[in-house]
């Protein structure tokens, strides 16, 4: 019986085809976790912004629905719309970072997201405008608690938890929301003069869609107003 033996070339080229393959495994994840988003941002609610037309879900906590009312002193309060005056006076012409942790079930980047050094999920969690979420980080619980010890925003009140809230009063419409699918770019190559006619220039350029902020923006080719000029149809459903 004649014994197979491997070429030795063959056997280490497909020994380093392994290990790149299993390296790339590996950092997939680390990547897509890893995205940052950075600029200035607009207030949706307590726990949500909106980063040149990309949506961001504040991790680890969650505030009253902007709609939403709370009772203190008998009295109905605005706690939702209290809530998002906070989180507007803490970014309000500022620069956001956040760093992107998952995508929740509405296609909403969920992230952590700073100004400055101020973890804005704390921040609205010790003004007593957020109520913690342990199951997905224990960040905050203290954050939380010490609130509630001073009797700070809704914990001074009666409430439903935003999770109930928003069960018994259900949106029907469909959320108009973004996934984030890929990381943002930093930089979009510009025509020779920083200048492009109309998209379909900035398309033959490779330079779609561009954000605002970046080279070759302009609001003439942003539609729809989100901040992104040129991005791709998507068929509505």
């Known amino acids: 019986m ?3 033996t491997s070429h030795p070339f063959v056997t280490e ?3 380093r085809r392994f290990v790149q393959i299993a390296l790339i495994a ?4 680390a990547l897509a976790h890893a995205q940052e988003i950075s600029g200035p941002a607009r207030v949706t609610d307590g726990d949500t912004l909106n980063l040149t ?35 507007t006076a803490l970014v309000e012409g500022k620069t956001v970072r956040c760093e992107q ?7 909403r980047s969920v992230a952590t997201c700073k100004v400055g050094q101020t973890d804005l999920s704390a921040a609205m969690a010790d003004a007593g405008l957020a109520v913690a979420l342990p199951q997905f980080t224990t ?29 018994a009063k259900p949106d029907p419409r469909p959320p108009r929301l973004r996934t984030i699918e890929r990381p943002l770019p930093t930089t979009s190559p510009p025509s020779r003069n920083g200048f492009f006619r ?18 070759g923006y302009r609001p003439e080719m942003d539609g729809d107003g989100d901040g992104i000029a040129c991005e791709p149809y998507r068929e509505r459903r």
């Open 53 to 87: 037309g990309f949506v961001i879900r504040l991790h680890g906590i969650d505030a009253p629905e902007f709609r939403q009312t709370c009772t203190r002193d008998g009295t109905a309060w605005t706690c939702g719309k209290e809530a998002a005056d906070k989180l």
């Open 198 to 215: 109309n998209c379909k220039e900035a398309w033959a350029a490779g330079a779609a869609p561009i954000y605002r902020g970046q080279p």
């Open 26 to 29: 590996m950092l997939v994840p």
């Open 139 to 167: 960040a905050y619980v203290s954050n939380e608690a010490r609130a509630r010890d001073q009797r700070l925003g809704i914990w001074g009140s009666e409430f439903q938890l935003p999770s109930d809230y928003r069960a």
């Open 101 to 107: 942790r998952d995508i929740d079930d509405y296609g």
């Open 13 to 15: 080229t497909y020994r």
């Open 2 to 4: 004649t014994r197979r």
